[in-house]
């Protein structure tokens, strides 16, 4: 079975930097998008970047020019380089990926299990 695996959450300092990595492992034919979300308390999940299987890559605007995401197809991880942190950014991170299992004819998407994120001011 698909495993998604975050880490590199923790506390910083606002106008520091963390990068979040995201492994996938199980029976994993191919990797199609993958992308960051993220949940702070009392509000909705939301996209904060993601990448296609071509390598394009789109960010929500509270974070553009912030953050980069990038993957590695070989080792199957995604990541997330977050610059300038704010102490809005303060949430629960969450790796996403659609993938495609062995021996299956679609994709389905697949959830980590979260990182923590703190931002203090």
């Known amino acids: 079975q698909v495993q998604l695996v975050e880490s590199g959450g923790g506390l910083v300092q606002a106008g520091g930097s963390l990068r979040l990595s995201c492994a996938a492992s199980?029976?994993?034919?191919?990797?199609?998008?993958m992308a960051w979300y993220r949940q702070a308390p009392g509000k909705q999940r939301e996209l904060v970047a993601r990448i296609a299987g071509d390598g394009r890559a789109d960010y929500a605007d509270s974070v553009n020019g912030r953050f980069t995401v990038a993957r590695d197809d070989v080792k199957k991880t995604v990541s997330l380089q977050m610059n300038s942190l704010k102490p809005e950014d303060t949430a629960v991170y969450y790796c996403?990926?659609?993938?495609?299992?062995?021996?299956?004819?679609?994709?389905?998407?697949?959830w980590g299990q979260g990182t923590q994120v703190t931002v203090s001011s």
């Open positions: 996403n990926a659609d993938v495609l299992l062995s021996g299956s004819f679609y994709y389905t998407h697949y």
């Open positions: 199980g029976s994993i034919f191919s990797i199609n998008g």
